[in-house]
């Protein structure tokens, strides 16, 4: 399983747009439609790894993106389920100027878009919170003592949330105690969420990319959440053409970093992601997991058999590696280390799980 984002927004900021640039898709922006499509997750050191290995395949590890299209105001059923189970959200904001595209607040205000949608995010979570709340109420009529307990605590954690929320401090900035944090994660509350705010420029303001970005960043740099900026219609373009096109492209338009790999990369830090390789059958593959996953997890990552069968995982780090030149150099400087299944897994680490079934 990969790490999903949704992607969120106001009406016309360019969600499918942005959608088709970081999935490289061709999903029609006419309709408000939703989407679901994957993108490779940028990782040059899997190229390093192909000329040293010479696998038949590198296979890069994906990331799936979820353009809900409908808008966060009244979303509920089946989209609101989908969205609630993703891992970030990503918020895009239009910032670019089109006549033919009316702005359906009237005029451009990134400051107050950025807000309007974290209002109905916290609406989302309030209506949630409003309906179990209810609930907890009718089944305290007749509830025994033990769970009384259980349906207190929830309703006293549920109470303190809604209170900060009504503050306008979304979950992810709300200090919760483990015991709360764990009696909420069930609810997958959409404040509760990392979010990355991309804000969709015009070709005509790339050159005040940077100075934009470093503003917005000072007012929004809050925890687990980050601004960048993405001309989402180039993108979209580039998208579409071959890596040699587009980089020639990028080249001669002086823009150094593909806008959409920054996009992936900078969600992936705001998940807390690292990286790890696996080799087997001629193949080498990245995966992502978060920062502090052991073998065991990781193992589970590539096949719950693996997972299940563990025995021991053979692990050499990245820097090792490509000091010793090759594999067989490696296992004659003694570098391939044998760990067990609290490894925590280190951000480059090259892994082969030896397991059994
Ligand atoms: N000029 C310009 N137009 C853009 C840009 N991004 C999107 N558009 C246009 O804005 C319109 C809406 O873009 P979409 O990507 O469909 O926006 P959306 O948020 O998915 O819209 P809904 O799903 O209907 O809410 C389309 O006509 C796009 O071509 C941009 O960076 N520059
Ligand atoms: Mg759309």
Known sequence: MGIDSGIVGLAKSGKTTIFNALTKGKA?????????????????????????????????????????????????????????????????????????????????????????????????????????????????????????????????????????????????????????????????????????????????????????????????????????????????????LDDTAAEEFRTNFGMSEAGLERTIKLSYELLDLISFFSIASGEVKAWSIPNGTNALKAAGKIHSDMERGFIRAEVISYDDLIKSGSLAEARKRGLLRLEGKSYPVMDGDIITFLFNV
């Open 28 to 240: 029609a922006t006419e309709d408000s439609a939703p989407h679901i499509g994957t993108a490779k997750v940028p990782e040059p050191r899997l190229k390093i790894l192909a000329d040293m290995l010479h696998p038949k395949r590198t296979v890069p590890a994906e990331a799936r993106y979820i353009d809900v299209g409908a808008p966060i105001k009244g979303i509920s059923g089946e989209l609101l389920t989908q969205l609630s189970t993703v891992d970030a959200l990503i918020n895009v904001v239009r910032a670019f100027t089109d006549e033919s595209v009316p702005h359906i607040e009237g005029s451009l205000d990134a400051e107050r878009d950025i807000a309007t949608l974290n209002l109905e995010l916290a609406f989302s979570d309030l209506a949630i919170i409003e309906r179990r709340l209810e609930r907890i109420e009718t089944s305290l009529k007749g509830a025994k003592p033990p769970e009384r307990q259980d349906l207190l605590h929830e309703k006293a954690t549920l109470f303190k949330i809604k209170a900060d929320l009504e503050k306008d401090v979304p979950i992810r900035e709300q200090r919760l105690t483990t015991d709360e944090g764990r009696t909420i994660t069930n609810y997958q509350f959409l404040t509760a969420k990392p979010l990355l705010i991309v804000v969709n420029i015009g070709e005509e303001q790339l050159t005040q990319a940077a100075s934009l970005e470093s503003e917005l960043n000072s007012h929004y740099s809050r925890p687990r959440c980050r601004v960048t900026t993405l001309c989402g219609k180039l993108e979209m373009e580039l998208s579409q």
